[in-house]
């Protein structure tokens, strides 16, 4: 088959330029297409997804609520190789990073994605930017 193709590839290749007929116009083929990758997939800003999440009945920006404010969990672990550390927590619950009160598991709310998404958004200082 690929002997077949081969052959044709070549014949064509003759057949266009030799001098008695004029060569057909080449198409180029739209090779992107097949290898183009899928777009990375695209989350709302941080705190919006945290809307949507429920997590903000108990996390706020700047202040402690029922759980730690986004800025002091980020200034806990900044610059810190704790991502999948916080996955696993945010996913799952837990308790004694703060203290004695516990956060729920909430991975039947958010996927483990959105939650990668927002531990980056975290350990990078929780810009609002
Ligand atoms: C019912 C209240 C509640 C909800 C809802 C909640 N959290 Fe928490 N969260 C807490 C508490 C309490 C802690 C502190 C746990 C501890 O001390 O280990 C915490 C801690 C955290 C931490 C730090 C964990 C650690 O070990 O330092 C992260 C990150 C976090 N929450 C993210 C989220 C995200 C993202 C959501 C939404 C999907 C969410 N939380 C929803 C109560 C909550």
Redesign the pocket.
Same mark, same amino acid.
């Not at 837990?94 to 729920?104: C, D, I, L, T, Y």
């Given at each position: 088959m690929r002997h077949l193709f081969i052959t044709a590839l070549i014949t064509t290749f003759f057949t266009a330029c030799s001098p008695s007929k004029p060569s057909p116009k080449v198409t180029p083929m739209p090779a992107e297409a097949a290898t183009e990758q899928p777009a990375a997939q695209t989350f709302p800003p941080p705190l919006q997804l945290?809307q949507q999440?429920?997590?903000l009945?108990?996390?706020t920006l700047n202040n402690k609520i029922?759980?730690?404010s986004w800025r002091a969990?980020s200034e806990?672990?900044k610059g810190q190789d704790m991502k999948a550390? !916080?996955i696993d927590?945010?996913q799952n619950g @837990?308790?004694?990073?703060? @203290? $004695?009160? $516990?956060?729920?598991a909430?991975a039947s709310?958010?996927s483990v994605d959105e939650?990668a998404y !927002?531990?980056d958004w !975290?350990l990078k200082g929780a810009p609002t930017q």
């Open positions: 945290a999440k429920n997590c009945t108990c996390h029922v759980g730690p969990i806990k672990y550390t !916080l927590k945010v @837990g308790q004694g990073s703060f @203290g $004695a009160v $516990a956060m729920p909430n709310k958010i939650t !927002l531990v !975290l």
